[in-house]
């Protein structure tokens, strides 16, 4: 093993796009589908597919400027070559990305050993194990290779994406109420249901900004990585609004609002065996959500040692493998510690969190908190496009965003403002603002600007 080896150049377009598919998809749509219905109504499938919009937007920042820095510190290095004199900006959106995986993968961990759990009529104090097990074993596939890693997920994404065509089958195809497609929540205006429905299921389109971490082992990586991209988001949204179009067939969308499974409650309609099949599936969206994460944050940690940033020692890759081993063990290792502190600390002692009246499970404030992460980094990256174009407009650019104003890219200014008005709707809560804050303090805390070259 040493720093010397260079990570393996593996990955084709096929390969990337369903890694992108994977880790989109997750298991964020069997609880969301049933939070936007309680916003839309019937009409779901529009805020879905204002959502895919939105999502779209900020997929074509991506996707133009990873075909010009193919890198594997992505966020990091469009910020920074956008606001040259700002690399601790630059850094902080590369380690909110990075942070939004490592607690995607705890999160998504815990979610799969409560399916677990459940399936099989186990305690919940088992949870926390179950969870850690997983991260241990899926951190060991992340070593394995690159190759390894991608195959797993490929498997696992056509079995989750079976589960979402079943139940759009179900409703679509079989005798089901019929909704009326146009019909809102009868308590909200029409633009207020479908922008609050928007903002709830944005962040089951959430994993794309994950996919340029892989330019370093991908083919090509300038013209596959962007199109990977896109193709992932645009086959997801299709999947989506399909789902979105069963759903309300299957169920009233106040009943999908109360649900705990929407997804698995929905297809039982038609066909009862599809509850426990849909939870089983569960297990592989949650698996492969995990190892997604866990791939793409390694991926993004070498790549922060690459530019200088970090500790070099993250940047040290297997000669054998040619993994960054280093930034595997420290991804996984985080997982594990967020479960620890999130799941089994209050598990274990009984310690609550509380804000005045209000009581706080650490596992949600988890979760929020990558969501927000995330969402504030995507800001950066749409003005860094803006900026580039009037800063580099000669640069190579192996994609370019559609749809300019003279020099200036619409799509970007678009993203930036709807992403503003969903934080003015769905981050009112202090609690969150304050954890992100924290997260971003404990990066900066990493941070080696002085080091960087």
């Given at each position: 093993?040493?720093?010397?080896?260079?990570?393996?150049?593996?990955?084709?377009?096929?390969?990337?796009?369903?890694?992108?598919?994977?880790?989109?998809?997750?298991?964020?749509?069997?609880?969301?589908?049933?939070?936007?219905?309680?916003?839309?109504?019937?009409?779901?499938?529009?805020?879905?597919?204002?959502?895919?919009?939105?999502?779209?937007?900020?997929?074509?920042?991506?996707?133009?400027?990873?075909?010009?820095?193919?890198?594997?510190?992505?966020?990091?290095?469009?910020?920074?070559?956008?606001?040259?004199?700002?690399?601790?900006?630059?850094?902080?959106?590369?380690?909110?990305?990075?942070?939004?995986?490592?607690?995607?993968?705890?999160?998504?961990?815990?979610?799969?050993?409560?399916?677990?759990?459940?399936?099989?009529?186990?305690?919940?104090?088992?949870?926390?194990?179950?969870?850690?097990?997983?991260?241990?074993?899926?951190?060991?596939?992340?070593?394995?290779?690159?190759?390894?890693?991608?195959?797993l997920t490929v498997l696992f994404t056509f079995v989750e994406a079976a589960g979402l065509l079943l139940?759009?089958?179900?409703?679509?195809?079989?005798?089901?109420?019929?909704?009326?497609?146009?019909?809102?929540?009868?308590?909200?205006?029409?633009?207020?249901?479908?922008?609050?429905?928007?903002?709830?299921?944005?962040?089951?389109?959430?994993?794309?900004?994950?996919?340029?971490?892989?330019?370093?082992?991908?083919?090509?990586?300038?013209?596959?990585?962007?199109?990977?991209?896109?193709?992932?988001?645009?086959?997801?949204?299709?999947?989506?609004?399909?789902?979105?179009?069963?759903?309300?067939?299957?169920?009233?969308?106040?009943?999908?609002?109360?649900?705990?499974?929407?997804?698995?409650?929905?297809?039982?309609?038609?066909?009862?065996?599809?509850?426990?099949?849909?939870?089983?599936?569960?297990?592989?969206?949650?698996?492969?959500?995990?190892?997604?994460?866990?791939?793409?944050?390694?991926?993004?940690?070498?790549?922060?040692?690459?530019?200088?940033?970090?500790?070099?020692?993250?940047?040290?890759?297997?000669?054998?493998?040619?993994?960054?081993?280093?930034?595997?063990?420290?991804?996984?290792?985080?997982?594990?510690?967020?479960?620890?502190?999130?799941?089994?600390?209050?598990?274990?002692?009984?310690?609550?969190?509380?804000?005045?009246?209000?009581?706080?499970?650490?596992?949600?404030?988890?979760?929020?908190?990558?969501?927000?992460?995330?969402?504030?980094?995507?800001?950066?990256?749409?003005?860094?496009?803006?900026?580039?174009?009037?800063?580099?407009?000669?640069?190579?650019?192996?994609?370019?965003?559609?749809?300019?104003?003279?020099?200036?890219?619409?799509?970007?200014?678009?993203?930036?403002?709807?992403?503003?008005?969903?934080?003015?709707?769905?981050?009112?809560?202090?609690?969150?603002?304050?954890?992100?804050?924290?997260?971003?303090?404990?990066?900066?805390?990493?941070?080696?600007?002085?080091?960087?070259?």
């Amino acid at each position: 093993m040493g720093g010397e080896a260079e990570l393996k150049r593996a990955l084709g377009l096929g390969y990337a796009t369903l890694f992108g598919v994977g880790l989109i998809l997750g298991a964020g749509i069997y609880v969301l589908i049933g939070r936007a219905a309680g916003f839309a109504g019937d009409a779901v499938w529009a805020s879905v597919l204002f959502a895919s919009v939105i999502a779209l937007t900020t997929g074509l920042s991506y996707a133009e400027l990873s075909s010009m820095y193919p890198t594997a510190a992505s966020t990091h290095t469009y910020v920074e070559q956008a606001f040259p004199g700002r690399r601790a900006l630059a850094f902080t959106a590369a380690w909110l990305i990075f942070y939004e995986g490592v607690a995607g993968a705890a999160t998504a961990a815990v979610g799969f050993s409560r399916y677990f759990t459940q399936l099989l009529g186990l305690g919940e104090e088992l949870i926390p194990w179950v969870s850690l097990a997983l991260i241990a074993v899926l951190s060991v596939v992340n070593w394995a290779g690159i190759e390894e890693s991608a195959t797993l997920t490929v498997l696992f994404t056509f079995v989750e994406a079976a589960g979402l065509l079943l139940v759009a089958s179900l409703g679509l195809m079989m005798p089901a109420r019929s909704p009326n497609y146009l019909a809102f929540n009868p308590s909200l205006d029409p633009v207020t249901a479908m922008l609050l429905g928007a903002a709830v299921f944005y962040f089951a389109f959430t994993g794309f900004e994950l996919q340029p971490t892989l330019s370093e082992e991908t083919r090509e990586a300038r013209r596959t990585i962007p199109l990977a991209i896109l193709l992932a988001l645009m086959l997801t949204s299709a999947l989506y609004l399909l789902v979105a179009l069963a759903a309300v067939r299957l169920m009233p969308w106040q009943a999908l609002a109360e649900s705990r499974a929407p997804l698995a409650d929905a297809a039982a309609v038609a066909w009862p065996p599809a509850y426990h099949l849909l939870m089983g599936i569960a297990l592989f969206s949650t698996s492969n959500t995990v190892l997604g994460f866990l791939v793409s944050s390694s991926r993004l940690l070498y790549g922060l040692a690459e530019e200088g940033v970090v500790s070099s020692s993250f940047g040290r890759v297997d000669s054998r493998r040619r993994t960054p081993y280093v930034a595997v063990a420290a991804a996984g290792a985080l997982a594990a510690f967020t479960i620890l502190i999130s799941v089994y600390v209050p598990q274990l002692t009984g310690l609550e969190l509380r804000v005045g009246e209000v009581e706080y499970k650490l596992v949600d404030v988890v979760g929020k908190t990558s969501s927000l992460s995330c969402i504030l980094a995507f800001i950066a990256v749409n003005a860094a496009v803006i900026v580039l174009r009037l800063r580099a407009p000669e640069a190579p650019r192996a994609f370019r965003v559609p749809l300019s104003l003279g020099a200036i890219p619409l799509p970007p200014l678009l993203s930036i403002a709807l992403i503003l008005a969903f934080i003015s709707i769905s981050f009112l809560d202090p609690v969150v603002w304050l954890s992100t804050g924290v997260v971003a303090a404990l990066g900066l805390m990493l941070y080696r600007g002085g080091l960087h070259r």
